[in-house]
T-cell receptor, first 113, second 113 residues
Framework: AQSVTQPDIHITVSEGASLELRCNYSYGATPYLFWYVQSPGQGLQLLLKYFSGDTLVQGIKGFEAEFKRSQSSFNLRKPSVHWSDAAEYFC???????????FGAGTQVVVTP | DGGITQSPKYLFRKEGQNVTLSCEQN?????MYWYRQDPGQGLRLIYYSQIVNDFQKGDIAEGYSVSREKKESFPLTVTSAQKNPTAFYLCASHNEGPITEAFFGQGTRLTVV
């Protein structure tokens, strides 16, 4: 069965500190993976995506993610967070070629001064 | 600019009433999706359509209905049979391969009063 797990419901990080959000997936074929960010009351914005090739993927807003097949993981990282990074982050798995997505439950990120 | 427009942004419904949420896209995408978002549960798929005049049930279709009479439009009706309709609803579109990404609207917050 296909699934996406985000183990951390809530993370608090100080401004300027590094951030890592975890995502684990279960899928029987080559996974196509995404990270989205959502500000309160807004839609989802794509941060980055992994389809194949390099396992370290660069995205917008200074984010990057590393795909590790052996660990079934696709963790999102940012070296130094800004207050504007406070948001909810979703990991998603593409489950068909038409764009059907399986989402994790999300991780809420709070940034403290 | 191309994108997805959801309306209204906020919607209030009395118990026992049907309401329709609008979703329009000018991206020329074939596939469109409706997701429901509840706190701590991520996004769950309600209905999707990969071509005009055809649509499929997602994981939580009970109490909802859709139509796809035009490529650009995919309205969602929340019927009185939906027991707990208060939620944030997101519409998305995606073009079939080569693999790109899903684009999301800004959402509609539905509240039952």
């Amino acid at each position: 069965a296909q699934s996406v797990t985000q183990p951390d419901i809530h993370i608090t990080v100080s401004e300027g500190a590094s951030l890592e959000l975890r995502c684990n997936y279960s899928y029987g074929a080559t996974p196509y993976l995404f990270w989205y960010v959502q500000s309160p009351g807004q839609g989802l914005q794509l941060l980055l995506k992994y389809f194949s090739g390099d396992t370290l993927v660069q995205g917008i807003k200074g984010f990057e993610a590393e795909f590790k097949r052996s660990q079934s993981s696709f963790n999102l990282r940012k070296p130094s967070v800004h207050w504007s990074d406070a948001a909810e982050y979703f990991c998603a798995l593409l489950t068909d070629s038409w764009g059907k997505l399986q989402f994790g439950a999300g991780t809420q990120v709070v940034v403290t001064p | 600019d191309g994108g997805i427009t959801q309306s209204p942004k906020y919607l209030f419904r009395k118990e026992g009433q049907n309401v329709t949420l609008s979703c329009e896209q000018n991206l020329n995408h074939d596939a469109m999706y409706w997701y429901r978002q509840d706190p701590g549960q991520g996004l769950r798929l309600i209905y999707y359509s990969q071509i005009v005049n055809d649509f499929q049930k997602g994981d939580i279709a009970e109490g909802y209905s859709v139509s796809r009479e035009k490529k650009e439009s995919f309205p969602l009706t929340v019927t009185s049979a939906q027991k707990n309709p208060t939620a944030f609803y997101l519409c998305a579109s995606h073009n079939e391969g080569p693999i790109t990404e899903a684009f999301f609207g800004q959402g509609t917050r539905l509240t039952v009063v």
